[in-house]
């Protein structure tokens, strides 16, 4: 009896031993097999830290630069604005103590300002230098009585731009941080303080400028136009070269690549409510509707002319200064805005267009030089690599781009 039982011991003991070695030889290979798992799925399937939220990540909303850049703008606007009324009319040069340089200076201070409070080793594009306002004592003063008063009328918008600027040495230093020379690598804005400097002394159409490039890649865009019309319907008409300056205009143009384009009423406080635009789309390009720039030693009317009756478009074109043209046609108000070549040598600056072209990219539209090559904003202060602008609806892009090809070949 003894025996059997201690036989029956004996088989269980070995059950037990053959069910535990699958187990130990498991644990064996999952203890030297995880830890090359896990490495191989930091590759296969990263991190949220390592997808989305680093400063050099392609996915980054830029939400705080596009409200630091809106509300800047707004309030660059504002001085512009006061510049016009308090100085500007009648006039009609820009000369060293014009209403346009004191407009220039103002509102490039105004700007940097803002963008070094809130991103302090950004570097900055822009035209104007302090050099010629340390020299003359009245034209600075001038200008520092207009930036030392001027700012946003909500209390908390204004905090965010790091409020007013301290002293005159200060506006000068901050006029001077505009001295980047651009290029491939790092965080550059652009800036163009007052763009279309006959529109602005005629009371026309200018823009306030601004759009931050990383790695020569434009990512942020806003455009302040103080004359257009609120209306984003408003038809374009020949009258907007010169008075409009009433009530019922002004608007904010805004785009942040990957995420559309908006426009809202300029203020002198908080930002206004946006709402998302698009371009027209051209079913019947011969109702289509050009813009271009009022003068011609800007871009060849002549040929546009010739450019118009090849697509069969009989509508006059619209002619205004600035990057106004660029808002436009983002909105539907118009359609194709053409920068033809005058000058072999002319190379066109990159605050004149980085914030144009984003935004009319984000409302649906194509935009290249006279090549079809994409505007390059990342070789430098200007656009040495590209010749001409061409934007149009994407779809009727290279419709345009052909027949523009077609009348510069015959010349």
């Keep these: 009896m003894r025996a059997r039982k201690d036989k029956k011991t004996t088989s269980t003991t070995k059950f037990i031993l053959l069910l535990s070695l699958p187990i130990v030889i498991l644990a064996v290979f999952l203890s030297r097999a995880l830890p090359r798992l896990h490495s191989l799925s930091l590759h ?47 006039t009609v040069s820009k000369d060293d103590k014009s209403p346009v340089t004191i407009g220039d200076f103002g509102a490039q201070a105004l700007i940097i300002s803002a963008l070094k409070a809130n991103f302090p080793d950004d570097e900055i594009v822009a035209e104007e230098e302090a050099e010629q306002l340390r020299k003359d004592v009245n034209l600075r003063q001038t200008i520092w009585d207009l930036v030392k008063t001027t700012q946003l009328s909500d209390p908390e918008a204004e905090s965010l731009l790091g409020g007013a ?21 790092g965080r550059i804005w652009a800036i163009d303080p007052i763009d279309g400097t006959k529109g602005f002394l005629r009371g026309g159409q200018y823009a306030v400028c601004l759009a931050l490039m990383v790695d020569g890649d434009v990512k942020v865009g806003v455009l302040g136009c103080p004359n257009l019309p609120i209306d984003d ?77 090849l697509l069969g478009i009989t509508n006059p074109s619209v002619r205004m200064d600035s990057q106004a043209k660029y808002a436009s046609i983002a909105r539907g108000a118009g359609d194709i805005y053409l920068r033809l070549p005058v000058s072999a040598t002319y190379q066109e600056k990159i605050w004149d267009h980085a914030a144009g072209d984003l935004i009319v990219r984000e409302a649906g539209g194509a935009v290249t030089d006279i090549h079809g090559k994409r505007l390059d904003f990342s070789i430098g202060r200007t656009l040495s690599a590209n010749k001409g602008v061409i934007a149009a609806p994407a779809a009727t892009h290279p419709q345009v781009l052909k027949a523009v090809q077609e009348v510069l070949l015959k010349k």
């Design 233 to 309: 319907a408003a038809p374009l008409t020949g009258g907007m070269e010169s008075g409009q300056t009433d009530e019922g205009r002004g608007v904010l143009f805004s785009a942040v690549l990957g995420q559309g384009a908006t426009s809202r009423p300029l203020t002198t406080g908080a930002l206004a409510k946006a709402k998302s635009i698009s371009m027209r789309a051209i079913t019947d390009i011969t109702a289509a509707t050009f813009c271009e720039s009022v003068e011609a030693g800007h871009s060849s009317h002549g040929d546009q002319a010739e450019i118009a009756k």
């Design 165 to 185: 600027i301290k002293d005159e040495e200060t506006m000068l230093t901050m006029i001077d941080y505009g001295n980047s020379k651009g290029g491939a690598k």
């Design 44 to 90: 296969l399937l990263p991190s949220t830290r390592q997808q989305g939220f680093s400063s050099n990540s392609n996915n980054m909303s830029y939400a705080k630069e596009l409200e630091i850049a809106q509300l800047a703008v707004q309030r660059a606007a504002i001085l512009t604005k006061r510049v016009f009324h308090e100085k500007a009319k009648g």
